[in-house]
């Protein structure tokens, strides 16, 4: 069984640069697809993108491509969530959670969870 | 503005059934499947109906979905005080490249 475990909250200034984590265990982790998600305060989910731990094959929205990139070391079971210039209103809860093979499966395996707070 | 619509609260007393909406469009809930997912306060989302109307193991009978078209439904029958939470839809999109799409969530409040 495939588990998530994600990098502790962080805390940074605005124009900062940041990389949370999302470490998985378990079986055939490489076949996996990994998406992130994003939840404001007070808000609903948002689907930021998914990668392929294989190949590192990514999809973003269009709404956080360009803002965002994620990327994979699959030698330690290991997703990224990276910014280069961090804003304010990046400030938010970030979900990894996995559909397993197939990037259109429903996300039965989810993160904990990391607060990023920008201020 | 969310990709699939889904109306913002939904109540209803315990024993009762309600139904949850879900509307989308023919590149994403009419090409793709619907999952569904809770989100009890303070918690992550967890998996409550994949692939329209599957259940994964764990989730009680009491939560049913179904997709018709370009719109989906999640029912929840036997409503118990513990259901209270949010409800989120969402599907694969197959325009600007495929990217997946969450609705924009129904809170649940059992009176």
């Known amino acids: 069984e495939v588990q998530l475990v994600q990098s502790r909250g962080e805390v940074k200034k605005p124009g900062e640069s940041l990389k949370i984590s999302c470490k998985g265990s378990g079986d055939n982790f490489s076949n996996l697809w990994i998406g992130w998600v994003r939840q404001r305060p007070g808000k609903g989910l948002e689907w930021m993108g998914i990668i392929y731990l294989g190949d590192s094959s990514t999809r973003y929205s269009p709404s956080f491509h360009g803002q965002v990139t994620i990327t994979a070391d699959k030698s330690i079971s290991t997703a990224y969530l990276q910014w280069n210039s961090l804003k304010a209103s990046d400030s938010a809860m970030y979900y990894c959670?996995?559909?397993?093979?197939?990037?259109?499966?429903?996300?039965?395996?989810w993160g904990q969870g990391t607060t990023v707070t920008v201020s | 503005q969310s990709v699939l619509t889904q109306p913002p609260s939904a109540s209803g007393t315990p024993g009762q059934t309600v139904i949850i909406s879900c509307s989308g469009s023919?590149?994403?809930?009419?090409?793709?499947?619907v999952h569904w997912y809770q989100q009890l306060p303070g918690a992550a989302p967890r998996l409550l109906i994949f692939?329209?109307?599957q259940r994964p193991s764990g989730v009680p009978d009491r939560f049913s979905g179904s997709k018709a078209g370009t719109s989906a439904s999640l029912a929840i029958s036997g409503l118990q005080s513990e259901d209270e939470a949010d409800y989120y839809c969402a599907a694969w999109d197959d325009s600007l490249n495929g990217q997946g799409v969450f609705g924009g969530g129904t809170k649940l409040t059992v009176l």
């Open positions: 959670a996995s559909p397993g093979p197939y990037y259109f499966y429903g996300m039965d395996v």
């Open positions: 692939n329209n109307n």
């Open positions: 023919t590149a994403s809930i009419g090409a793709n499947t």
